[in-house]
């Protein structure tokens, strides 16, 4: 069993739509991490929160909008968004000294946009 | 700085071993490796900081090359369960969001 969850697993929008993916952790970690990977891709770092503060924004474009309500929920949305956008989309939690620890992924959002 | 993994990728049958190495160019405090099946999250194998030391998990195990900047992950008496890609992670630090990941490795292990 995943102790990262995220929600929705599948996920088509528009071009116009907005949306948001959810992801809830309840390991107790104060680090999180929204990934986005595509096919036969590595996971490519979106944004890194630590202790529920935006930590880390890896120049994401502005249509992507993150959120942490709290310690164990992170939010991620969406809004006008690109066929390229299409992809697997990967929260992630840690120790906050993920460089002793290491990640646990949730299951992942598989994003397609129309 | 993106680690180097290799092979990009390898087949095996049933019972045997393989070895899939990661690189860096840089000093490395951690190296952590996963294992991604098709469609699916990656999972969490093994972190291995740096000491040089070596670690087990069933018959998959990893060492740590402090001085080399390198770590490699032995898979023994392969099973058909551990296909999948396998990613390593480094890190130069203990802060979150400082890992970066390797291309991958794709094993396929047919009976």
């Known amino acids: 069993d995943t102790e990262v969850t995220q929600t929705p697993k599948h996920l088509v929008m528009g071009m116009t739509n907005k949306k948001s993916l959810k992801c809830e952790q309840h390991m107790g970690h104060r680090a999180m991490y929204w990934y986005k990977q595509k096919a036969k891709k590595p996971p490519e770092l979106m944004f890194v929160?630590?202790?529920?503060?935006?930590?880390i924004n890896e120049s994401v474009p502005s249509r992507f909008s993150p959120e942490c309500p709290n310690s164990s929920l992170l939010n991620l949305h969406l809004h006008a968004l690109q066929p390229e956008d299409s992809a697997l989309y990967l929260c992630a939690s840690s120790h906050p000294a993920e460089g002793r620890t290491g990640y646990t992924f949730g299951s992942g959002t598989r994003l397609t946009v129309v | 700085q993106q680690p180097v993994q290799s092979p990009q990728a390898v087949i095996l049958r049933e019972g045997e071993d393989a070895v899939i190495n990661c690189s860096s160019s840089k000093a490395l405090y951690s190296v952590h490796w996963y294992r991604q099946k098709h469609g699916e999250a990656p999972v969490f194998l093994m972190i291995?900081?740096?000491?040089?030391e070596q670690k087990g998990h069933e018959k998959i195990s990893a060492s740590f090359n402090e001085k080399k900047q390198q770590s490699s992950l032995y898979l023994t008496a392969s099973q058909l369960s551990y296909s999948g890609t396998y990613f390593c992670g480094t890190a130069n630090n203990t802060n979150a969001g400082k890992s970066t990941f390797g291309d991958g490795t794709t094993l396929t292990v047919k009976p």
């Open positions: 291995l900081l740096k000491g040089g």
């Open positions: 929160y630590s202790y529920e503060k935006l930590s």
